[in-house]
């Protein structure tokens, strides 16, 4: 898999392709479904698939230190999303400059002038440029004047067993946040390793002066920008498991 960050690394002789966009924090099962329909549809038309992720989070540019802590390092989505078959991992470096990019400027000059997109492969809630203005019907419309294609998937739920109470839950980094955040990584690795087969999570928790809090992580978010589970090991100890 090839790895670009920018504009300015997408080779100037870069072919058509398929391509699927989102932040991807953490690789769940979602995430999983999305991707793995995008590259299915580059297998199909002969092209190569290209995933354009973002870094920083957009949050942390559009409102400074609201972010959510990373459920993977940028690293790590990487080597996700190569096992899912994508052939390149692009890296767009989320700036207040990207941030006013209009969604008319967007399409034409990232997807079209740059990646020269023959079909795009996004969430059915995906919305892009300055102030989330663009979305999907606004996608189509500029598909049927470039050429290209649009795919919008649907959000991918379900409902948990009964000792659950039959909720059901739709997967999503938020929701992972939530259930490790509560110490439930049974849940949590419920919803990150299905479509991937059998991932093991893991973290590392180091505490900076002045951050710890034995008896709740608090400090991750301020620190490390890593989420962790609720402390249940020492701060610098690492805990694994398996999640089949």
Not at 77 to 93: I, N, Q, T, Y
Not at 189 to 218: F, K, L
Request: aromatic fraction near 8%; charged fraction near 25%.
């Amino acid at each position: 898999m090839q790895r670009w960050r920018g504009q300015d690394e997408i080779p100037t002789d870069w072919g058509r392709c398929v391509v699927t966009i989102g932040v991807f924090d953490g690789v769940h099962r979602g995430h999983a479904e999305l991707i793995s329909h995008a590259v299915k549809a580059g297998r199909s038309r002969g092209v190569p698939v290209v995933l354009m992720t973002f870094d920083p989070h957009p949050m942390e540019v559009v409102f400074p230190g609201s972010h959510p802590a990373q459920l993977t390092t940028l690293t790590r989505r990487a080597e996700l999303v190569e096992e899912l078959g994508v052939d390149v991992f692009l890296v767009m470096p989320f700036t207040t400059d990207f941030m006013k990019l209009t969604p008319e400027r967007y399409i034409h000059e990232l997807l079209v002038e740059d990646l020269h997109v023959l079909e795009v492969v996004v969430g059915e809630n995906f919305t892009f440029g300055k102030k989330a203005a663009g979305n999907v019907t606004m996608l189509r419309a500029a598909g049927e004047r470039f050429g290209f294609a649009v795919e919008s998937m649907s959000l991918v739920t379900e409902t948990l067993d009964a000792e659950r109470r039959d909720e059901r839950v739709t997967f999503s980094s938020t929701y992972i946040r939530s259930c490790v955040d509560a110490g439930d990584m049974v849940a949590a690795t419920e919803a990150w390793a299905a479509r991937i087969g059998s991932r093991v999570w893991w973290c590392v928790a180091t505490a900076a002066a002045g951050c710890s809090d034995s008896r709740r992580p608090t400090w991750r978010r301020r620190c490390s920008r890593r989420f962790l589970p609720m402390a249940s090991t020492p701060p610098g100890s690492p805990c694994w498991g398996t999640a089949r």
